[in-house]
């Protein structure tokens, strides 16, 4: 979901909004109709304004809170192959969930943390490339850089029954 992706700031600003927009139309519904019997009788159009004020700041604060920050849209917007990248991989029992499964190609450094509670490691194979970190320890991390040219790569671990166990994934990389 887009809501997801949003900065904590936004997602507030976005909440304040609506927040005063269900304040607005739980007051009109409920409350001014039990203190002014014929609400909104004679303040028709202050009522009418104040709806379309209400929506205006709503779509304004759509469009300034649910847009996507610069440095978000620098980081999916296509770079050029031969980059380097960053690529994190998280690792623990029994799984391997890399930051993204569809890459451009270029130079990675994969920083695989292992959050489990015993000792991972990672290895990279596909279109002529084959290397591994060594043996993470529960609760660290390793580096590990790769070229990574257009094909598809499996990324495993290498522990004895780990990738039996479903420790095993891959990622495309895009030409």
């Known amino acids: 979901m887009l809501l997801f992706g949003l900065s904590t700031g936004h997602k507030i600003g976005l909440l304040a909004a ?3 927009m269900i304040l607005f139309a739980l007051g009109s519904s409920f409350l001014a109709p039990r203190r002014w019997p014929d609400y909104p009788g004679k303040a028709l159009n202050v009522f009418v304004v104040a709806v379309f ?4 700041m709503m779509i304004g604060a759509v469009e300034v809170f649910g847009a996507e920050s610069e440095k978000a849209h620098a980081e999916t917007a296509k770079e050029q192959p031969g980059a380097k990248h960053a690529l994190k991989v998280g ?3 029994f799984k391997i969930v890399p930051s993204a499964t569809t890459v451009p190609a270029g130079t990675y450094t994969f920083t695989v943390a292992n959050t489990g509670k015993i000792p991972h490691n ?3 194979k596909g279109a002529g490339a084959a290397t ?10 390793a580096t590990l850089t790769v070229t990574l040219k257009s094909g598809q790569y499996e990324l495993w671990c290498a522990i004895p ?5 479903g420790m095993d994934t891959k990622i495309a990389v895009s030409g």
């Open 132 to 141: 591994h970190t060594p043996d993470i320890p529960a609760g660290k991390s």
């Open 122 to 124: 990672l290895y990279v």
């Open 53 to 56: 004020v209400l929506f205006a």
């Open 18 to 20: 609506a927040a005063i």
């Open 91 to 93: 690792e623990t029992e």
């Open 161 to 165: 029954g780990h990738k039996a166990a």
